[in-house]
């Protein structure tokens, strides 16, 4: 009798697996907007030790519309359609973008500590850490950044089922909403008196849900080159920004802003 009970359990789920199967999901067609990875840098001048500031920034980011298209090749996607159809994914990015932010930085000897939280077609927030010197400064951040997607698909949910055919049923749909991505990188500027050379690498991979899940898309890699001059408390700078996806230029433009500091 104990045999049996203990061997009912068993016999139950090997009958769900064979009579049910699993559902995978292949996306024929993806084609879903995205942004740059948001920008990340230092105080952009030598802050004393054992001090604190604010900073409050608005740029305007002007990049080429370019519709980057995701190959098989490039993406690192485990929901690749069937090998008999050529999957059509891409991004839609570019365009004219606002984007602000509020940055908090604390400095200890050399070392210091920031947290920031800004808007890029979307909310993102950091924590970031690293050196700042009198000629030089570097750092790392890592955070999250809630950007908002519009997607436009068509694939099959499959149903595998052991001893039998896939059973497939095609979907055509619309998405629209908010994802949630990890991002993070490195920034490293020079300083010299209250003229400021930056360069900052942010990346993210976008994970928007769709049709019950989030399809592993290619990851997307911003570097921002910028430079700048301090005036007082108003800090004016410019630059380029570049983004590759999986190596290839995915758009390019340029960036400028305004920064104000509160303390």
């Known amino acids: ?21 699993c559902i995978n999901t292949h996306f024929q067609k993806l084609h879903m907007t995205a942004s ?40 690192n996607s485990k929901n690749k359609s069937k090998e008999s159809v050529e999957p059509d994914w891409l991004y839609k990015m570019g365009g004219v973008e606002f984007t602000g932010k509020a940055d908090f930085f604390y400095k200890a000897n050399s070392a210091f500590l ?14 970031s850490f690293g050196g700042n010197f009198s000629h030089v400064e570097f750092g790392f951040f890592i955070g999250l950044y809630h950007q908002y997607f519009d997607a436009d698909y068509v694939g099959e949910h ?11 049923d095609s979907f055509s749909n619309e998405s629209h909403g908010l994802s949630t991505s990890l991002f993070g990188g490195g920034f490293a500027g020079l300083i010299f008196g209250d003229f400021f050379l930056n360069y900052s ?8 849900e769709i049709e019950g899940g989030s399809p592993d898309l290619s990851g997307i890699h911003s570097n921002y080159f910028t430079m700048g001059y301090r005036f007082h408390w108003v ?29």
């Open 1 to 21: 009798m104990n045999l049996k009970r203990a061997l009912f359990p068993v016999f139950c789920s090997l009958f769900a697996l064979v009579s049910t199967g």
């Open 36 to 75: 740059e990875a948001p920008e990340v840098h230092g105080a952009n001048t030598y802050q004393q030790p054992h001090s604190a500031s604010w900073r409050v920034t608005g740029k305007i980011n002007s990049n080429t519309r370019r519709d980057v298209k995701i190959t098989p090749e490039t993406s």
């Open 114 to 127: 920031g947290t920031g939280i800004g808007y890029n077609d979307g909310i993102y927030h950091h924590f």
């Open 158 to 168: 499959c149903e595998v089922v052991l001893f039998s055919d896939d059973k497939c």
């Open 201 to 208: 690498l942010s990346v993210y991979a976008p994970s928007p």
């Open 235 to 263: 800090e004016v700078s410019a630059g380029f920004v570049m983004s590759l996806v999986e190596g290839s230029i995915a758009s390019y433009g340029f960036t400028g802003g305004l920064s104000f500091y509160l303390n």
